[in-house]
């Protein structure tokens, strides 16, 4: 088992999960492993009564998490909404987890996504064989979710024809699957609803009809907010990431870490960490996740083509590769924020010289 | 008991509820609240008909309006309720608390202290005892109930009292007395850590004591005591009257005034930073509107204003709210949903999880768009008083008659002409029109013509100004701050700190100058930034600003110049006719106000973006005006520029460019086509070779370049022209048409034949 490249979250943390569920006295609604609060505390982490710590998955506001399991409590399903990289997907995959004990009930969302992959397909040659029957039907993890009252999980809905989306109305308010070729239905069970993600950027792709979007509570995933919150992401995710990738690097300084964060908020949020000094943003989203492939990037350079402790000019070139995605504006923005910020700042000089070397 | 003190929570509905139950159960015969005596005479006003809350009462200094304190009243505070009920059943109210009139006193003897000593160049201690107390302490005496509600867990004041008090329907009578009971073990703590409470608050109980004991001597007999909650215990257990005496003895006064105001929820709310306000208005006004089943109500008029407002809020949807709202209570083990929990369900079941439909939420909803009024015969506001003082001691009397007013603004026996300039630019910001600004003679000059005109219509303008501000200079810089907000123009911004700087509003110029650097950062219309650029650098050489103002403004116009300098040559390139004109106007004014500056670092950095226009440009004109800077600030050689002309005019460019070129590059001035023999050659070639037909082309492009140079430079250069066989210099200085394209000028100077100058050089 340990040598899968990724192991699902229900086992990698299952120590955990069973933890909660002995400690947890509160009340549990229908199917669920945990109660509510067990849930958010398994997200948020913390410590239980008996003094077992329970690690963070989501480092950022608990008050995020409390509305994303009372939505799931109701019977209205749940939409993580988000920039690339704000662990949409993550936090889905755990409170699937959490909730359900299953992750995998999980539906990717492509253009190519079509209605036989949402609510069932045929096993054609039973069906030639034995004519239209229960045994003949494929079901897709969705109708599995509807029959063991589990969490569904739904990735980048907004991907998916507007067509095939609008199958969901009908499963989502009358919580049930017509199969009208056998005349017969899936109702769901107790306990079934659906954690669907989508990506903010996107929205234009296919808009969700205002009809589906009343089905979800929408739960919008921020950018981390304080600089601390975000260097510590990217720490924890570079530090196993290196350990995973066995780079042959030392551990990134958290200087390092924190000036790459910084030039990620303030491109970012447009303004200066000072408050003093306004900046234009680029087109990219620069989330954590791309200040995370940044510095690993740079671990990777110095590692193998440095000697092994990460300077300002292994972090230049993915910096300047991450900051810069349209070639003409984004490197207006980018030249202009390193003459009026970046060469200001004191000791810094060795960045400036390293991205203008790069950008020039 | 002939008295009975109730504690309430100030802008709090649930304090008001229960006080209006104890005052109609215990009917008392005088009523006294904690508010400012000194508004005694205006106190009746609040039962007037057209007298409808949010409004504040106003005390200040009718010698220095710029001094005074608001009280605000909302429809739910207690205090007003209280008022309410003894002015509708004919019983006497009275305000109790430290007159403001000693408090503005003290006020202004301790900012006259602290001026002495800045002057003096004493090291200010630490001040004034306010500032010393621990925010939290703060915090425990401006709400007492909410900083418990918190202790216990609660986010609002509001919920808790609700929750503990209002849910006990009977017995209410009792709520009061745990409410004092609860105090008095906060202040006993206090007491026993041995802090001293601050004079001012001593003071300000002691007075209420004393006003108490007035009213008993009175002869009432059954009086209520409305005040706040931190103030309850020390008006019960009542000290020796001596003490309070003393405390109380030799205390300065000043003249106060008192008058009613319209008052705005929004002013209320602590986010415009009223130290006593609350967080949400709006919110409190439906709780005390709607006590029964205020979450379904709540979301219901959220659906109603999103729905205005063309948002999708059907009735499904508030269901739905309603639900997420008390699902997200009971998990938060709260017997209701507060404001918190309706927010958060607001957001992600109406607005899809977006901030921006929020907003209106929270602007309508949580703090409500009301605005109180007063009745007509309320005293006249303090801005207009302000007016009249300075109308009077600048001996400018509003006169119906239109007349002239010379000032000399250098005059410096008194600054009356200069304070009087500044008096008529502050009215004309606020656009209150007395006085219209005559010809005037540019920056560097001191003298102003004004012609003063009052019109009666203009007493609607002061009331308008009036809420800006409660003096006239107060009002202008916060009309200016206002406007700068919504300025997003930095042409129109920079010619507001011009204004600013002529008012000689100081107070705001810092941050007009603060607000132009993140507008600049954040434009990325390089023309727009070029277009503010020169009047910047006007201010900064020739404006009377003082020397701050100046070091304030520099880093903004060395980041306008960085800024203008990596974005010029994407910025020149590709532009149509009309803009590419509209640039050249800006690349000459942009040039020119850079040479002003004349620091080296911006006029290296210039040259070099200039250099990359002359290099690399897909737009003829700037190129060709680019090619032109360069040489006229000999940044080029002129072989640099005759291999640039070369290039321009070469056989491969399609005339019209070339023509365009040619353009930008003589605009102006084509002296140097006289002298300098091979640009002079290149062109003359050019001419030359361009074949019939486009030469008709370029006629009128010629045309308007050449229309454009003095008309003794285009003599000369048609002559050079005409003797194209390549006379020398030497010759042409002594050619008898030289001599005759000098006449013209002559006969001007010497007067001899006036119309044929002007027909000359048309």
């Known amino acids: ?360 | 008991m002939p008295i009975t003190v109730f504690g309430i929570r100030h802008h709090g509905p649930g304090s008001s509820r229960s006080l209006v139950a104890a005052l109609e159960n215990l009917k008392p015969d005088a009523i006294l609240v904690e508010g400012p005596p000194d508004g005694a005479d205006v106190l009746a006003l609040a039962g007037k008909e057209k007298m409808h809350p949010p409004v504040a009462m106003l005390i200040y200094r009718p010698e220095e309006p710029g001094q005074a304190v608001f009280y605000p009243f909302t429809i739910f505070s207690p205090e007003w309720q209280a008022v309410q009920y003894g002015l509708r059943n004919q019983i006497p109210v009275r305000f109790m608390d430290l007159p403001q009139a000693v408090q503005l006193a003290q006020r202004a003897a301790l900012a006259e202290e602290m001026a002495r000593k800045l002057e003096a160049g004493e090291e200010l201690e630490a001040p004034a005892v306010e500032e010393k107390t621990e925010p939290e302490e703060v915090e425990v005496q401006q709400d007492p109930l909410g900083y418990l509600a918190r202790a216990a867990g609660f986010e609002d004041g509001e919920r808790w009292w609700e929750y503990l008090v209002e849910g006990r329907k009977e017995n209410r009578a009792g709520i009061f007395e745990a409410v004092l009971e609860m105090m008095t073990a906060l202040r006993e703590e206090r007491d026993a850590s041995g802090e001293v409470p601050p004079l001012v608050e001593q003071q300000r109980e002691a007075s209420m004591r004393q006003i108490i004991r007035d009213a008993e001597k009175d002869g009432f007999e059954n009086i209520a005591v409305v005040c706040g909650a931190w103030h309850a215990p020390a008006l019960v257990k009542m000290p020796a009257k001596k003490a309070d005496a003393d405390l109380l003895k030799g205390l300065p006064k000043v003249k106060v005034a008192a008058t009613w105001i319209p008052w705005t929820n929004d002013r209320l709310a602590t986010s415009s930073g009223y130290g006593a306000g609350v967080r949400s208005p709006g919110w409190y006004a439906h709780l005390w509107e709607n006590p029964e089943d205020a979450v379904v109500q709540w979301m219901a008029r959220a659906a109603r204003l999103l729905r205005e407002e063309d948002l999708e809020a059907s009735a499904a949807h508030v269901i739905e709210a309603v639900r997420l709202a008390e699902t997200l209570a009971m998990m938060r083990g709260r017997p209701m949903p507060g404001l918190d929990e309706l927010n958060e369900a607001s957001r992600s079941v109406f607005c899809y999880g977006s901030d921006l439909p929020m907003r209106i939420i929270a602007r309508r909803l949580v703090v409500g768009e009301v605005l109180g009024t007063v009745p007509d015969e309320t005293p006249l506001m303090p801005f207009h008083q302000d007016l009249q003082r300075l109308q009077n001691a600048l001996r400018l009397k509003p006169e119906a008659t239109a007349r002239t007013l010379e000032l000399d603004l250098r005059n410096s026996k008194n600054s009356l002409d200069l304070d009087r300039s500044h008096l008529l630019h502050r009215l004309t910001l606020l656009e209150i029109p007395w006085g219209r600004l005559g010809s005037t003679y540019g920056k560097g000059t001191f003298r102003e013509v004004w012609t003063l005109e009052w019109k009666p219509e203009l007493a609607v303008a002061v009331m308008e100004a009036a809420r800006w501000g409660n003096t006239v200079e107060d009002a202008a810089v916060q009309w200016a701050r206002a406007e700068a907000k919504q300025t997003h123009s930095l042409a129109a911004l920079t010619e507001l700190i011009d204004l600013a700087i002529l008012a000689d509003l100081d107070a705001v110029t810092g941050d007009l100058v603060t607000r132009l650097q993140s507008l600049s950062a954040l434009s990325s219309d390089v023309s727009e930034l070029m277009s503010s650029l020169p009047g910047l650098v006007g201010v900064m050489r020739y404006g009377n600003v003082r020397k701050s103002e100046v070091e304030q403004i520099g880093p903004v116009v060395d980041g306008l110049v960085t800024r203008i300098c990596v974005g010029l040559a994407p910025a020149c390139s590709g532009l149509a006719d009309e803009a590419a004109r509209d640039m050249f106007t800006q690349l000459n004014n942009t040039d020119k106000a850079i040479r002003l500056l004349a620091m080296d670092e911006h006029t290296s950095e210039w040259t070099g973006a200039i250099r990359k226009v002359a290099e690399n440009c897909n737009t003829p004109l700037l190129q060709g005006r680019a090619a032109r800077i360069l040489l006229d600030n000999k940044d080029d050689q002129p072989e640099d520029t005759a291999r640039r002309m070369g290039l321009a005019l070469s056989r491969g460019t399609l005339p019209e460019v070339a023509g365009a070129w040619v353009e930008g590059f003589l605009h102006g001035s084509g002296l140097l086509l006289v002298y300098d023999e091979t640009l002079w050659g290149l062109i003359n070639g050019w001419l030359a070779g361009v074949t019939d037909e486009a030469f008709i082309q370029l006629l009128p492009l010629l045309r308007r370049t050449f229309s454009t140079f003095p008309a003794g430079e285009r003599k000369q250069i048609s002559l050079r022209f005409s003797h194209h066989s390549g006379a020398t210099q030497t010759e042409e200085i002594y050619d008898s048409g030289q001599v005759e394209q000098m006449l013209p000028l002559l006969e001007k100077l010497l007067g001899l034949n006036d119309e044929k100058s002007v027909s000359d050089g048309q």
């Open chain 1, 1 to 360: 088992m340990s040598a899968v490249l990724r192991q699902h979250a229900e086992q990698e943390y299952a120590h955990e999960l069973a933890e909660l569920s002995q400690q947890d006295k509160r009340q549990r609604p229908a199917n669920w492993k945990l109660s509510p609060w067990a849930v958010v505390t398994y997200l948020v982490g913390g410590k239980l009564d008996n003094g077992f710590e329970v690690t963070p998955k989501y480092i950022g506001s608990r008050r995020l998490m409390e509305i994303a399991v009372a939505t799931l409590a109701t019977d209205r399903a749940l939409l993580l909404l988000g920039v690339p990289g704000t662990a949409k997907s993550w936090v889905s995959e755990h409170l699937a987890a959490a909730i359900s004990g299953d992750s995998t009930m999980l539906v990717q969302g492509t253009a190519g996504t079509g209605e036989e992959s949402i609510r069932y397909g045929w096993n054609y040659a039973r069906l030639l064989a034995e004519g239209p029957s229960m045994q003949a039907l494929v079901a897709t993890p969705v109708m599995r979710a509807m029959q063991d009252g589990k969490i569904a999980r739904l990735e980048e809905l907004t991907r998916i024809p507007a067509d095939v989306q609008d199958t969901l109305i009908t499963l989502l308010s009358e919580k049930t699957m017509p199969v009208p070729e056998l005349n017969t239905e899936v109702q769901a069970v107790k306990g079934f609803n659906m954690i669907a993600t989508a990506n903010d950027r996107d929205r234009g792709v296919n808009e969700l009809s205002s009809a589906l979007k009343r089905r979800f509570n929408t739960v919008v995933l921020p950018l981390p907010d304080t600089i601390e919150d975000e260097v510590d992401i990217v720490k924890r995710r570079v530090d196993s990431l290196g350990k995973a990738l066995e780079i042959p690097a030392e551990k990134p300084p958290l200087e390092e870490i924190r000036r790459v964060v910084t030039i990620f908020r303030e491109l970012r949020s447009g303004t200066t960490v000072d408050g003093k000094t306004k900046v234009k943003s680029p087109s990219g989203t620069l989330s954590s996740a791309e200040a995370i492939s940044v510095v690993s990037n740079g671990l990777v350079m110095a590692g193998h083509f440095g000697d092994g402790n990460l300077h300002a000019n292994d972090i230049a070139a993915s910096l300047v590769g991450a900051v810069v995605k349209d070639p003409v504006q984004d490197r207006l923005i980018w030249l202009e924020y390193l003459e009026t910020v970046v060469k200001e700042r004191d000791g810094w000089k060795d960045l400036y010289r390293a991205c203008r070397e790069i950008s020039e």
